[in-house]
T-cell receptor, first 113, second 117 residues
């Protein structure tokens, strides 16, 4: 079975400060990892995905994610948060040979002006 | 290129009524899926399809039916609506994840907000 844990319900950060949203995963074999963002009353938008061999992956809107195999983590980061980054962020994983994506419960990010 | 289109955006049903949520994609994606989103529970997979004529159950299939007669369309049917089916429903599509395309990303529709009273 494949699963994702996002341990924090809400992340509050001051504008201009670094933002980190945590994600750990469980999957058999190689993981295929993704981050999505959801703005209010909208669908999920793809942010970035893990590329095998790249422990730091860059994505849209200045976001990046750090892959750590020993800690089975794929944390989302942004060096300097903007108020417009306030949204719901989802981590997702797919196991090898499986089309299905398993999502975490999501993290609400609130960037305080 | 419209991507994934869901209709309707909003719907109110009475308990016991049936309805179909429509989903269409224009990216020639083989894999399509339906999720429901509930507060604090993330997205849970209802049904999915790896191609026309092939469907399978996800985590929470009870009370829902699907069919896939074409590559483009993947409707979700509520057979007899219950208040527990009040949720936001998302349709997603992607290339089939296989071989070097295992990290292919999914594309989502804008969602259908369903209330069952």
């Amino acid at each position: 079975a494949q699963s994702v844990a996002q341990p924090e319900d809400q992340v509050n950060v001051a504008e201009g400060n670094p933002l980190t949203v945590k994600c750990t995963y469980s999957v058999s074999g190689n993981p295929y990892l993704f981050w999505y963002v959801q703005y209010p009353n909208r669908g999920l938008q793809f942010l970035l995905k893990y590329i095998t061999g790249d422990n730091l992956v860059k994505g849209s809107y200045g976001f990046e994610a750090e892959f750590n195999k020993s800690q089975t983590s794929f944390h989302l980061k942004k060096p300097s948060a903007l108020v417009s980054d306030s949204a719901l962020y989802f981590c997702a994983v797919r196991g090898y040979g499986n089309n299905r994506l398993a999502f975490g419960k999501g993290n609400q990010v609130v960037v305080i002006p | 290129n419209a991507g994934v289109t869901q209709t309707p955006k909003f719907q109110v049903l009475k308990t016991g009524q049936s309805m179909t949520l429509q989903c269409a994609q224009d990216m020639n994606h083989e894999y399509m899926s339906w999720y429901r989103q509930d507060p604090g529970m993330g997205l849970r997979l209802i049904h999915y399809s790896v191609g026309a004529g092939i469907t399978d159950q996800g985590e929470v299939p009870n009370g829902y039916n699907v069919s896939r007669s074409t590559t483009e369309d993947f409707p979700l049917r509520l057979l007899s609506a219950a208040p527990s089916q009040t949720s936001v429903y998302f349709c997603a599509s992607s290339r089939r994840a296989t071989g070097t395309a295992m990290n292919t990303e999914a594309f989502f529709g804008q969602g259908t907000r369903l209330t069952v009273v």
